[in-house]
């Protein structure tokens, strides 16, 4: 959700002013909204290095005071959402309100009945949300603007990186040695990804053996394509003085669209 849902009449009546005031909050442009997107974006980058700096850590009694004091924002934003979306229950459906449900489940359950480690790993998905702080940043930094594919890039290798490194985590860490910590995952995931494969550490089981190859695959394909398009974006951004096609081939010498002729600033190669 990056704008304001076109078509859309709140109705009378104290939902209908709750539901206005709430649309001001999150697709406004004054000060009061710009205060509070960016104090969502914060929250949003805050609460990820959170959930990636405990999962190396055991149990302790203040990961779980902490879990709930993140949950009760988390959730006021999930119902926010809800109440703003123009199609209640194709938001819901979505895959990135689905993943934020299940870190808001996540939060509240080990304080009722125990703190189930591998529930910390399912919060990894809270890089799902990585792309509405995207949206946000798009609408706002002229750098990510330029910069837009790259970002995106990073965010998709990110979430791809973190969401096989907890499926192998959660899958393995009570039938196999090798993998003790979620630091074993990561250092499996990604000599996996990477087709380093030094062997010292290998998944049991058939489920294990199937998840490894599937990652290898993912590794020669997806993998380096994600990262060729960091460092070597497929398509620059530079706009056409005729037309105003804003992405070109980095070596274009006319405009495919208006068949202009192009100056796009190169390395000479």
Not at 25 to 34: D, E, I, T
Not at 159 to 171: K, M
Not at 224 to 236: D, E, G, H, S, Y
Request: overall charge positive; some cysteine; proline content about 4%.
């Amino acid at each position: 959700m990056t704008g304001e849902p076109a078509g859309t009449v709140d109705g009378p009546g104290a939902f209908g002013r709750l539901r206005s005031w709430l649309r001001g909050l999150y697709f406004g442009s004054n000060q009061r909204s710009a205060l509070f997107q960016y104090g969502l974006l914060a929250f949003d980058v805050v609460t990820i290095l959170f959930f990636l700096v405990v999962s190396f850590i055991h149990d302790a009694p203040w990961i779980l005071v902490i879990d709930l004091l993140i949950a009760i924002p988390l959730t006021l934003d999930f119902a926010a959402r809800v109440i703003i979306s123009a199609r209640p229950v194709r938001h819901l459906a979505h895959f990135v309100t689905i993943a934020d449900l299940i870190v808001i489940v996540s939060l509240i359950i080990p304080a009722l009945t125990g703190n189930f480690a591998f529930l910390r790993i399912l919060r990894a998905i809270r890089l799902l949300r990585s792309y509405h702080v995207l949206g946000m940043l798009r609408r706002t930094s002229p750098w990510v603007q330029r910069n837009e594919e790259v970002v995106q890039s990073v965010i998709n290798l990110l979430v791809f990186i973190f969401i096989c490194t907890a499926i192998v985590y959660v899958s393995q860490q009570q039938r196999n040695p090798a993998i003790d910590n979620y630091v074993d995952a990561l250092y499996f995931t990604i000599t996996t990804l990477t087709t380093t494969g030094f062997g010292d550490i290998t998944l049991v089981g058939d489920f294990g053996r199937l998840l490894a190859v599937l990652i290898m695959i993912f590794g020669i394909s997806l993998f380096i394509r994600l990262v060729q398009t960091i460092f070597r974006p497929a398509k620059v951004r530079y706009e056409c003085g005729k037309c105003g096609l804003l992405r070109h081939d980095p070596d274009a010498v006319h405009c495919k669209h208006c068949g202009r002729v192009l100056n796009i600033p190169n390395e000479g190669d």
